[in-house]
């Protein structure tokens, strides 16, 4: 089992910032993708963004594009997402998770694993 713990989550003003942690432990670690997932009032939960564990690649959804950077620390096994420029759209409990399948995908249902969450509002 692999347990994913996310932090960094808060109440900010639209056009701040927040930075969000994910670390993860438990079995021996090694998926293709982390990647960060977002459930807002009254929407599906969707995809955020992703990045390669064994590479640099990165993904973003368009609605982020340009305003959040997903980065990693293989050593920690932690993934990162900088937000900037915060809208009160991006307001949502925020998740990391983990796709131990090769090839990049979007849909939700393509990944493993559900941290609790961190919430992340976003007031106007």
């Known amino acids: 089992q692999v347990q994913l713990v996310e932090s960094g989550g808060g109440l900010v003003q639209a056009g701040g910032s927040l930075r969000l942690s994910c670390a993860a432990s438990?079995?021996?670690?090694?998926?293709?993708?982390m990647g960060w997932f977002r459930h807002g009032p009254g929407k599906e939960r969707e995809f955020v963004a992703a990045i390669m564990w064994s590479g640099d690649n990165t993904y973003y959804a368009d609605s982020v594009k340009d305003r959040f950077t997903i980065s990693k620390d293989n050593s920690k096994n932690t993934v990162y997402l900088q937000m900037n420029s915060l809208k009160p759209e991006d307001t949502a409990i925020y998740y990391c998770?983990?796709?131990?399948?090769?090839?990049?995908?979007?849909?939700?249902?393509?990944?493993?694993?559900w941290g609790q969450g961190t919430q992340v509002t976003v007031s106007s």
């Open positions: 998770r983990i796709r131990y399948s090769p090839g990049f995908t979007a849909v939700t249902g393509g990944w493993g694993y």
């Open positions: 438990g079995r021996t670690f090694s998926p293709y993708f």
